[in-house]
Nanobody
Framework: QVQLVESGGGLVSAGGSLRLSCVVY????????MTWFRQAPGMQRELVAQISSDYDTHYIETVKGRFTISRDNAKNTVYLQMSSLKSEDTATYFC??????????WGRGTQVTVSS
């Protein structure tokens, strides 16, 4: 079975940086469209960044210029480089992978807390 495992979350001061990783086990990453989601307490889950199998990227407006999604297919790993972090970025971050129209596979999440 394919499993996704996130890591890299933690506590950081406003203006700081974090790099999240998502490792895909049991699958070939090059075939997957990968997405980072986040969910803050009392808030709906939102899509943060996405990268296709062709390396096309998409970001929500609030993180453009601050976050960068990338993939290393040889390492079966997707990254989310987060810079200029704000308290509003505090959330649990999840990665998800999808091949074509298959049901997406979700990781368990990693907590990011940004102090002001």
């Amino acid at each position: 079975q394919v499993q996704l495992v996130e890591s890299g979350g933690g506590l950081v001061s406003a203006g700081g940086s974090l790099r999240l990783s998502c490792v895909v086990y049991g699958g070939t990453l090059s075939n997957y469209r990968m997405t980072w989601f986040r969910q803050a307490p009392g808030m709906q889950r939102e899509l943060v960044a996405q990268i296709s199998s062709d390396y096309d990227t998409h970001y929500i407006e609030t993180v453009k210029g601050r976050f960068t999604i990338s993939r290393d297919n040889a390492k079966n790993t997707v990254y989310l480089q987060m810079s200029s972090l704000k308290s509003e970025d505090t959330a649990t971050y999840f990665c998800a992978g999808q091949v074509d129209y298959s049901y997406p596979i979700w990781g368990r999440g990693t907590q990011v807390t940004v102090s002001s």
